[in-house]
């Protein structure tokens, strides 16, 4: 992994910004800009209308617009669904409330610049071939604008199976960020249970909640290497102690900081050999699911099938005013609006989901192993005394047996 030069002036490539996070790319509109809507952080590098120095600052104006509400959307934290949610989710009435939300969907806003765009385009091919036939142009000079839609009939099955593929491998990449962060919650419920089993908490209290302290502070700071715009500072402040918390923040790989934390202190227990072999075996789930995590978002959907998709959207939307004329007229306005506003919203879905941690009800998850793990050292002692019992009370049973039998 390539690590980006922490001073601006040694850097080679002006592209860049200063970064902790290298595999992530910077915002797709200006950094002053997100500042206004975001916390200040480290940027991405992604292409957009907002760095190509040939569009003009009034047509830039929409684009950025759009990228700036779905960028603040995509920082909106989501939330796991309960009984309640799935009941509304399968609702009837859901087409309804879909259709009522219309306008503020960020998909649908992020489509506003290409489908005004085309349907501009189509509007302008309507009004020229209108003044043709019109004679308001001298025809042997300005030819109809028309052509067959054998074409369009034979790159149609194309077009489909282009935004199919698109949209499935985005999908397969949520899916797989899922399950990496299943099991980083699973991997760490699984320790945090064996270290509060295994561990003495006499001789050795002040390393075990560190222990425990480093395990919750695990998912955090990967939520927080992986989303654009985490705070890490907040979010760990109240997980670790503050000379823990500095050194963390002073990593250039926060994540990977903490595991080296676990990793000292599980050597650092006064316990059996096979119950230290048993706690180290467990850090494997993390470098695991930080190496998959890392590669979602660090090697995107191979950039030359996303550029096609999108080259061919824009070219068929393009042309589609001039094969419709003849039977549509001036109803190529519409029907381009529709055919761009359709397809180019299945094409905006598979990009949005192709970064799949944004996606995820993250902060969620952490919560939820938080609370598992407080509950479980809360529940520890009522657990130890009733298992006691218990076990004073078969081994009673057993001597009230004994004496009964002699």
């Not at 425990?212 to 500072?233: N, R, T, W």
Request: overall charge neutral; proline content about 8%; glycine content about 2%.
């Amino acid at each position: 992994m390539t690590v980006l030069p922490s001073n601006p002036s040694t850097n080679p490539n002006p592209n860049f910004l200063p970064c902790q996070t290298p595999l992530l790319p910077s915002p797709p509109f200006p950094i002053q800009q997100i500042s206004r809507v975001l916390p200040t952080k480290p940027c991405f590098r992604v292409l957009c209308s907002s760095q190509n120095p040939n569009l003009p600052r009034i047509l830039r104006r929409v684009p950025d617009w759009a990228d700036a509400i779905k960028e603040t959307r995509m920082q909106q934290k989501r939330r796991l669904y309960k009984h309640g949610d799935w009941v509304l989710h399968r609702s009837s009435l859901r087409h309804l409330r879909h259709l009522s939300t219309v306008l503020s969907s960020r998909v649908i806003l992020s489509l506003v610049p290409p489908v005004t765009a085309l349907t501009s385009v189509a509007a302008a091919v309507a009004a020229y071939n209108s003044a043709v036939d019109l004679n308001w142009l001298p025809p042997e000079f300005f030819p109809v604008l028309r052509a067959s839609s054998l074409p369009y009939q034979l790159t149609a099955p194309a077009l489909a199976l282009l935004l199919v593929f698109r949209t499935e491998a985005s999908y397969s990449r949520l899916e797989e960020g899922r399950k990496a962060w299943s099991n980083v919650i699973a991997g760490a419920n699984n320790m945090a249970t064996q270290v509060i089993a295994v561990v003495d908490c006499q001789s050795d209290a002040l390393l075990r909640k560190s222990l425990l302290q480093y395990i919750m502070a695990f998912p955090v700071a990967l939520k927080c290497h992986l989303v654009y715009g985490s705070d890490i500072e907040s979010d760990l402040k109240n997980l670790l102690e503050a000379d823990d918390l500095a050194i963390v923040l002073g990593s250039k790989h926060p994540p990977r900081c903490i595991i080296e934390f676990i990793s000292h202190c599980i050597r650092s227990l006064t316990i059996e050999k096979t119950k230290l072999q048993l706690l180290e075996s467990k850090i494997s789930c993390f470098h695991e699911s930080l190496g998959a995590c890392e590669q979602l978002v660090g090697i995107p959907i191979p950039l030359s099938y996303t550029r096609l998709t999108s080259r061919f959207l824009v070219l068929w939307h393009l042309t589609l005013p001039i094969i419709l004329w003849d039977e549509c007229h001036w109803m190529v306005i519409p029907a381009t609006f529709i055919s761009a506003a359709s397809l180019f919203c299945i094409e905006e879905v598979g990009v949005l989901i192709e970064e799949p941690f944004p996606m995820l009800a993250l902060d969620e998850l952490c919560n939820a192993l938080h609370e598992s793990i407080s509950e479980a050292m809360a529940n520890e002692k009522a657990i130890q005394e009733n298992i006691s019992a218990k076990r004073k009370a078969h081994f009673t049973s057993r001597n009230g047996c004994s004496d009964s039998l002699n």
